[in-house]
């Protein structure tokens, strides 16, 4: 397996450079399976790889609720902090 090349920002701004990298990745390991289940021909293994596909997409639907999460409480707080800044008001 590959070393992690993403660094974390610290700094995220309605986002996660982490996050999307590691939905990228889970991604790409679905496509991967399934191009591997389109060429297996052994009941047992498609079973399993069908578990795997399965799975890993329960992971994708995580990360992107949880990216959603962080765009959604990203934009309350500039919603806040913009009411603040609003000195016509």
Same mark, same amino acid.
């Not at 021909?41 to 795997?52: A, D, Q, R, Y």
């Not at 992971?59 to 806040?80: P, W």
């Given at each position: 397996?590959?070393?992690?090349?993403?660094?974390?920002?610290?700094?995220?701004?309605?986002?996660?450079?982490?996050?999307?990298?590691?939905? *990228?990745?889970?991604?790409?390991?679905?496509?991967?399976?399934?191009?591997?289940?389109?060429?297996?021909?052994?009941?047992?293994? #498609?079973?399993?790889?069908?578990?795997?596909?399965?799975?890993? *997409?329960?992971?994708?639907?995580?990360?992107?609720?949880?990216?959603?999460?962080?765009?959604? *409480? #990203?934009?309350?707080?500039?919603?806040?902090?913009?009411?603040?800044?609003?000195?016509?008001?």
């Amino acid at each position: 397996m590959d070393e992690i090349d993403t660094k974390c920002q610290h700094a995220c701004k309605n986002t996660c450079a982490t996050l999307n990298e590691a939905l *990228r990745r889970e991604t790409a390991m679905v496509r991967f399976y399934e191009s591997v289940l389109d060429e297996c021909n052994i009941p047992e293994v #498609s079973s399993f790889m069908t578990g795997l596909v399965e799975d890993k *997409r329960k992971v994708i639907l995580s990360l992107i609720h949880k990216l959603n999460e962080i765009h959604v *409480r #990203s934009q309350a707080l500039d919603g806040i902090a913009s009411s603040f800044n609003n000195i016509d008001g």
